[in-house]
């Protein structure tokens, strides 16, 4: 049963909410393995990817399960549970919420009925023409399209209408028809159904008897394949395959579909590959023990590090890290400069992973919930203090005050990306254009409210660099603009755009009639209306 929203925060101040996480994908086919509990730990291996709810699907060759729920993947699945999920396939999904609110209805895997079967399909990335899909599934013959353009509400047999891209993806691909209306099988359908599909996808689905994998274009999203000694598994993450003892075969290309049955693997090109992978992977999101394009997340961050020495020296006599994020820019920061590193805070792992809101008296303590000084390291001590992005500014706000407050002499903040100005559209959740520090304030105004002795982020070109693949290759667009897609009318960006009525979505700038748009979650409405 739905327990609700259960949004958890990982952000270091509980009271912001810093860049959200794109969600984690896995799959695996595997006849005589435990699939279920081997996507168990992949997930388990990318929980960092997305909070908000988890989901398994097993197939046994007739038939597909599927189990969700909200929460964390230790919250969602026990032996119980993972013991009734027998099968040779299976597809696993952690999530964060881009399109579509954080609600039971929306929690992956999603699950449709086919000409020839069913079909079951995570997906991690964030999809920007949402509106046209959703006009598609309207036109599938007999019905087949969810009741998009409502507010999620039980209906008579008590099934909910989804609300999120991921639906219509598979709604799409479960109602496509050939000759004389003949249905086609999913294999059939995806050629047609993909090309059609804009944005940052990594999908990862099945049908009773075959495992699917497929990238956008671009590529913006990792996903990689991994041998089994009986069996293939993609996942995320590279990470998540060292997890479940697979070995790495290769990324899936980007414009690629790959499938996985007893017949063994095949692939299809579906589009041709144009590789824009996100840049904020290396920075963030990906786990350090992950490597994306052959790069190794945690050497890109060391390097980070290093050239923002270069970059932004200061005198001082300890290089620490804010918890867990900056850690390897501060060693790499630490190693260039010279200067000593050293733990000045320590973290408290488990604050966020409870469904428990903290009391108004607690929530006034803020950041000292997730990160404490080290009074006796820090007191007299002139700081650089590194982390790997600033969205709003109050997590670093309270940081230096409390930092202050422990003694230190001096505190210089220095991030190991550049400023972010610009939301994501494909797969991250940073705040509104309006709420982002750094679209109002020059570098200089954005340290003097912090409260910071200064303030420097690294170049563009030097954090570029330092993930050794070129940039025509990376997409930055969340620091300079320059998205890797031409993208719609803002009006038709936002989150919630399958929860209005129809009749009441926002119309495009130039219709008639046309009115804003609330500027909420990646799909902000001023995102393209550059000042």
């Keep these: 049963m739905p327990r609700g929203d259960g949004r958890l925060s990982h952000d270091l101040d509980p009271g912001e909410q810093g860049p959200r996480d794109a969600c984690g994908v896995f799959g695996v ?25 988890a989901g398994i699907a097993v197939s046994d060759g007739s038939k ?11 919250q969602v699945f026990d032996e119980s549970s993972l013991g009734s999920l027998t099968g040779h396939i299976a597809v696993g999904h952690a999530r964060y919420s881009t399109t579509g609110a954080s609600t039971w209805e929306n929690a992956q895997p999603t699950f449709r009925a086919t000409g020839h079967g069913s079909i079951a399909l995570g997906h991690n990335g964030n999809l920007v023409n949402t509106a046209e899909l959703a006009d598609l599934v309207a036109a599938l013959p007999g019905g087949r399209g969810p009741r998009q353009g409502a507010p999620p509400r039980r209906q008579g047999g008590g099934s909910v209408a989804a609300t999120n891209d991921t639906d219509l993806v598979t709604a799409l691909l479960a109602g496509q028809t050939g000759d004389e209306g003949r249905p086609l099988t999913v294999e059939e359908a995806a050629p047609l159904v993909l090309p059609r599909v804009r944005g940052a996808f990594s999908f990862v689905f099945m049908d009773e008897t075959t495992l699917y994998a497929a990238r956008d274009p671009q590529g913006i999203r990792p996903l990689v394949l991994g041998r089994l000694e009986r069996g293939w598994v993609v996942a995320s993450e590279t990470a998540a395959l060292d997890i479940v003892g697979a070995s790495l075969v290769r990324e899936i290309e980007p414009g690629e579909m790959i499938a996985v049955d007893e017949r063994g693997l095949r692939t299809l090109r579906f589009a041709e590959a144009a ?11 990906a786990r350090p023990d992950t490597d994306i394009s052959g790069r190794n997340v945690y ?46 805070l320590v973290k408290n792992a488990y604050v966020g992973r409870t469904f428990i809101q903290p009391s108004q008296t607690i929530r006034q303590l803020g950041i000292r919930l997730k990160l404490n000084p080290l009074k006796e390291v820090i007191r007299g001590k002139r700081l650089v203090v590194v982390d790997d992005s600033i969205v709003r500014g109050n997590t670093q706000r309270a940081l230096v005050r409390m930092l202050r407050e422990a003694g230190a002499a001096e505190v210089h903040v220095r991030i190991s990306s550049p400023p972010i100005k610009w939301p994501c559209f494909f797969g991250i959740d940073f705040a509104t254009r309006a709420e982002l520090i750094a679209n109002g304030l020059s570098v200089e105004e954005i ?25 025509s290759s990376l997409c930055h667009a969340c ?30 700038a130039d219709a008639p009639e046309a009115r804003p748009l609330l500027a909420t979650g990646p799909g902000a409405a001023d995102a393209l209306r550059r000042p």
């Design 479 to 508: 620091f300079d603009g320059v998205y890797p897609m031409e993208l719609p009318d803002p009006a038709v960006l936002g989150k919630d755009v399958l929860e209005q009525p129809r009749d009441e979505r926002p119309k495009p």
């Design 64 to 74: 597909i399960l599927v189990f969700k729920d909200m929460g964390l993947v230790s």
């Design 275 to 285: 590789p824009r992978t996100c840049v904020f992977e290396y920075v963030y999101l």
């Design 29 to 53: 086919w595997a006849p005589g393995e435990e699939v279920a509990k081997l996507t168990f730990f992949g997930l388990y291996a990318l929980q960092h990817r997305g909070q908000e709810s």
């Design 447 to 471: 340290g003097t409210s912090l409260g910071a002795d200064s303030l420097s982020y690294i170049s563009l070109d030097a954090m570029v660099e330092a993930t050794t693949i070129p940039k």
């Design 299 to 344: 050497l890109s961050r060391v390097e980070m590090g290093r050239r923002l020495a270069a970059e932004a020296p200061v005198d001082a006599d300890l290089v620490i890290p804010t918890p867990e994020s900056g850690t390897p820019a501060a060693i790499g920061y630490a190693e260039a400069s010279g200067i000593p590193y050293g733990s000045g």
